[in-house]
């Protein structure tokens, strides 16, 4: 089993602030996602990393692929109470399954 | 265009009994998955079906099986419910089997 663990698993932070989550394995992943989820809804891609070492930006989230492909971080600046939800990470193992993560839970305050 | 459609979005059963969830995928993909989510936890992978295939099965008892039809749409039917199986069960689509996932809203099952 490829267990992908989150840091922390909640998280409330005030309105402005900056934050970082990370999802570590033990296991090596060929890509690993990030989603967003929202209450009574699925979760939402916002980004895949590919190559080890790999960082995207989109708009003020920053996501960071581990040189050894094994952990990723993610880490929002000035957070907006838009950015409340749960954020999962999840890998991409073999039998086209992806591996999710246990969870960041945020909350903004405003 | 429709995103993924699941049915029903909250279903409650008694234990032992059996239920069958329905997903439409969206237009163009051949591919759906399910999921299982567990309040306070990440989705657990439990099928894979592309181009009406199984391609990919998680580590779920015999009691849960799927089945995808000639319109790419798919149900997943769970057997002898157990109290356990209380969970969002999650369906995505993608184009093809690696392609990016879409989710559906998911069914809310409580046995």
């Known amino acids: 089993t490829q267990l992908l663990e989150q840091s922390p698993q909640f998280l409330s932070i005030q309105e402005g602030e900056n934050l970082t989550v990370y999802c570590n394995s033990s296991s090596v992943f060929s890509s690993l996602q990030w989603y967003r989820q929202e209450p009574g809804e699925g979760p939402v891609l916002l980004v895949t990393v590919v190559t080890g070492g790999e960082v995207k930006k989109l708009k003020r989230l920053t996501f960071q692929f581990g040189d050894a492909r094994k952990d990723s971080s993610l880490h929002i600046t000035a957070a907006q109470t838009g950015d409340t939800g749960l954020y999962l990470c999840a890998g991409e193992g073999g039998a086209n399954n992806l591996f999710f993560g246990t969870g960041t839970r945020l909350t903004v305050i405003p | 265009d429709a995103g993924v459609t699941q049915s029903p979005t909250h279903l409650i059963k008694t234990r032992g009994q059996q239920v069958t969830l329905r997903c439409s995928p969206i237009s163009g993909h051949k591919s759906v998955s399910w999921y299982q989510q567990v309040l306070g936890q990440g989705p657990q992978f439990i099928f894979q079906y592309y181009e009406k295939e199984e391609r990919g099965r998680g580590n779920f008892p015999d009691r849960f099986s799927a089945r995808q039809f000639p319109n790419y749409s798919s149900e997943l039917n769970v057997n002898a419910l157990l109290l356990g199986d209380s969970a969002l069960y999650l369906c995505?689509?993608?184009?093809?089997?690696?392609?990016?996932?879409?989710f559906g809203n998911g069914t809310r099952l409580a046995v």
């Open positions: 995505a689509s993608s184009r093809q089997g690696n392609s990016p996932l879409h």
